[in-house]
């Protein structure tokens, strides 16, 4: 069993950085894959990014490419999503999940809010 807490959002106007945390309790946390989602309101949720137990990582919104990184450190259990360059088109409720491979995501956190105002 993992369970996952995502912490890091908050306000800011365009332009600014924030980095969001997905730290995780339970055995075995670095094996697993981890994504990190965007659900903006009235809208259904969608991967942002994701990261093996390996560290490969992949980007599948093409809006994010070359502002957000995904990051890790297993020995602190937690995913990192790097946001610079903020837009109001980021604002959303950011949800990391875990799972054994890459698209089989069997754990989910709260979330976290980000606002980004113009």
């Known amino acids: 069993q993992v369970q996952l807490v995502e912490s890091g959002g908050g306000m800011v106007q365009a332009g600014a950085s924030l980095r969001l945390s997905c730290a995780a309790s339970g055995r075995s946390f670095s094996s697993y894959a981890v994504g990190w989602f965007r659900q903006a309101p009235g809208k259904g949720r969608k991967l942002v990014a994701s990261?093996?137990?390996?560290?490969?990582?992949?980007y599948d919104a093409d809006s994010v490419k070359g502002r957000f990184t995904i990051s890790r450190d297993n020995a602190k259990n937690t995913v990192y999503l790097q946001m610079n360059n903020l837009k109001p088109e980021d604002t959303a409720v950011y949800l990391c999940a875990a799972g054994a491979v890459v698209g089989v995501w069997n754990y989910w956190g709260q979330g976290t809010q980000v606002t980004v105002s113009s």
């Open positions: 990261i093996g137990w390996h560290g490969g990582s992949t």
